[in-house]
């Protein structure tokens, strides 16, 4: 059986909850409400944003550094698998560009593409598993160009176009001689 007065016990809990928050907004002056109004509009300033998976592990990083500033997405072994942005966050060594990198579970840049920092150049590579560049594309003042490279990183079929318009297309053997060239010439045409 039930105690009589308890479901009034409970109404009674109900209405001082309500009472009491009503009070709080009053005294406040409504700040509450305030606050969530200026989050919408808001701009958010850190200087990086670790991402975690629910083992506290750090997955994914999106952040400004003195080597710059980019988002780095890691595998659940921690390991790099896609950069964007500043290529000196995992190459401090590298020559100033912006880009992105996508790497296999063996730490190996298999896909990159970027700009250089200077404005001279841009381009792109895929890599075989032993990181070797086998496919390579490129721009600059100087021409543009593209090339399909062996194992052994040796350039085996390319083609080009210099900055007047003149041309290039070549095969090589594995010891770099060429073995068929058409019109040579990546100067300007006459």
Known sequence: MRKAGSGMTVVA???AAFAGGALVQWLDGGAVAR????QAGSVIEVQA?????ADGQERGMLGVREEGVGLILRDAAGR????LGSM?????EAEAYWGLEVFDAAGVGRLGWGARDDG???GGHVTDANGVVRIGIGAAPEGVGLNLRDEEGRERLGMGLGPG???DFMARDPFGNDIWRALGN???MP
């Not at 606050?35 to 200026?38: D, G, I, K, L």
Request: with cysteine.
């Open 88 to 92: 000196s966050l995992i190459a401090p």
């Open 35 to 38: 606050a969530q109004e200026a």
């Open 165 to 167: 318009g003149g041309g």
């Open 49 to 53: 944003l670790r991402l975690v998976d």
């Open 80 to 83: 790099h698998r896609v950069a």
């Open 13 to 15: 809990m109900v209405c």
């Open 120 to 122: 001279q150049g841009s």
């Open 186 to 188: 990546v100067g300007p």
